[in-house]
């Protein structure tokens, strides 16, 4: 028996398929990574792993699900056309060498701050002027101010003139707390043949994956969505057999909030590049989605999405070309923008691999540091233009990805352009720096290794 097996299942589906694999009834399961975590599920022979998980932690988790009990077991890597898949794949060395990822939690951020006030103030109330941690006194006020007027905590004196803040909602915090995101407001799919409940989702997932006319997978049956309820939260499915899936289509606006750091990057004989950090803000909207034939994976038609913007606040790094540099390329300003938003794709791959962090928890963008709300880099911006690469978090609050980053802005430079000189391939490629574009013009791969150099970022020795 072939199942399948994710988060998004009601509890009761989880335990029913561990229960079938430890007993032996359920032969194999086809699972994400929310097998990972505190499943005891028995004596499994073999691990297949489509792709590259993202880290070296998430990878052997994955391994490790087979021979716990019994005798050997085999584990197979199937990477993908993913470039960090495809660098995995041309250095076998680094899966079985590399050291497993520290995991990197902000104790400032405040989303996380909030959620573990909550719980502490569950279990004893807090008194005026008591840290919390490494956290100022003067902080927890203020978050426990921001609590009070949520009515989520209640202050009271406690008879010696001081105040004292005490949980005050019949909710147990700490199942608001997720192991997996800093968010929790999920979402339910409810299956409106059945009219039950089927699975839930979180609250930035829902936005490309439950919008509607979206075609959504649960356990191995498709179902396409009639209504997205999105004030209350709930999405309404209904089972089709279409040959397609569909793929949300998101565009991302990035703001500089505040600059922290600033530093001019020139490593050798070129007009250099501009580099920052500090906090960002981020809007993500889904416009629009396509439909994909199975099998042929064909486009065979589109659709609108009309769901509010997502807006995360969060830390970030950028680098930004000047306009002398984008001038002295002597091509259209279009071809520039290919150029350097391969560079970008490049320097991600990079960075996720240096940062030893899933590509997905570190956001990356083409954009414009001189004017956040003009034309989109993609139409070519326009007059005083300034092609900025944005670096971030995608967590919001941010837990210091991108201040690495940009402490370590000379070494990324170098390293990217060392990545696209090595690639074997001749225009471009999603290992390096994405499609090269039609033959007979001149190359992605090519323009992005003359814009580095006119940049003055050498290739290391």
């Known amino acids: 028996l072939l199942v399948g097996y994710r988060g998004g299942y009601l509890p009761g589906t989880r335990r029913r398929i561990e229960e079938g694999l430890r007993d032996g009834k359920i032969r194999c399961v086809v699972a994400t990574n929310a097998l990972e975590l505190g499943i005891d599920i028995g004596s499994l022979d073999a691990v297949v792993c489509a792709g ?9 988790q994955r391994f490790g699900r087979a021979g716990r009990r019994a005798g050997a077991s085999a584990s197979l890597l199937v990477t993908s056309s993913r470039p960090l898949d495809q660098y995995v794949a041309t ?27 909550k719980c502490a103030a569950f279990e004893l109330p807090f008194e005026e002027g008591e840290p919390f941690g490494d956290v100022p006194a003067d902080a927890v006020a203020d978050a426990l101010g921001f609590l009070e007027d949520h009515r989520v905590v209640h202050s009271a004196p406690d008879g010696r003139g001081a105040r004292v803040w005490h949980w005050a909602t019949d909710a147990y915090p700490a199942n608001h707390v997720s192991l997996r995101s800093v968010g929790w407001d999920n979402f339910v799919v409810i299956d ?13 997932s829902t936005h490309t994956m439950l919008h509607e006319q979206a075609i959504y997978q649960h356990e ?6 009639e209504r997205l309820d999105f004030d209350n939260h709930k999405a309404y499915v209904r089972k ?31 007009h250099g590049v501009a580099a920052g950090a500090g906090d960002l803000s981020v809007v993500e909207k889904v416009v629009g989605y396509k439909k994909i034939k199975f099998h042929t994976h064909e486009n065979v038609g589109y659709g609108d999405v009309r769901l509010p913007e997502m807006q995360m606040h969060t830390t970030g790094c950028w680098l930004t070309v000047p306009e002398d540099a984008v001038r002295a390329q002597g ?20 960075a996720s691999v240096g940062l030893m962090c899933d590509p997905r ?37 941010g837990v210091g990805l991108a201040s690495r980053l940009f402490a370590e802005r000379e070494a990324l430079l170098l390293r990217t352009r060392a990545l696209v000189e090595a690639c074997p391939c001749k225009s471009g490629c999603p290992a390096c720096v994405g499609p090269g574009g ?20 050498g290739a290391l020795q």
């Open 438 to 457: 039609p033959e007979g013009e001149a190359s992605v791969k090519a323009r992005a290794l003359a814009l580095l150099a006119s940049l003055g970022v």
């Open 220 to 225: 191995g049956e498709q179902y396409q969505v």
């Open 361 to 397: 928890d570190l956001g990356h963008v083409l954009g414009d540091r001189s004017d956040p709300d003009g034309p989109p880099a993609s139409e070519g911006g326009g007059p005083g233009f300034d092609p900025t690469l944005f670096f971030f978090d995608h967590v919001p609050g």
């Open 240 to 270: 089709v057999e279409p040959d397609y899936y569909t793929d949300a289509q998101t565009h991302t606006r990035v703001a500089v909030v505040s600059e922290d750091d600033a530093a001019w990057v020139r490593l050798g004989a070129g």
């Open 192 to 204: 409106l043949d059945g009219d039950r409940t089927i699975a839930e989702m979180d609250w930035r």
């Open 91 to 117: 250095d076998p060395r680094f899966v079985v060498g590399a050291p497993v990822e520290h995991a990197r939690v902000d104790p400032d951020n405040v989303e996380i701050l909030i959620s573990h006030l």
């Open 52 to 60: 590259y998980p993202g880290d070296v932690a998430g990878l052997w």
């Open 331 to 350: 091509i259209g300003r279009a071809e520039v923008l290919d150029a350097i938003r391969g560079i970008g794709s490049a320097m991600h791959l990079v």
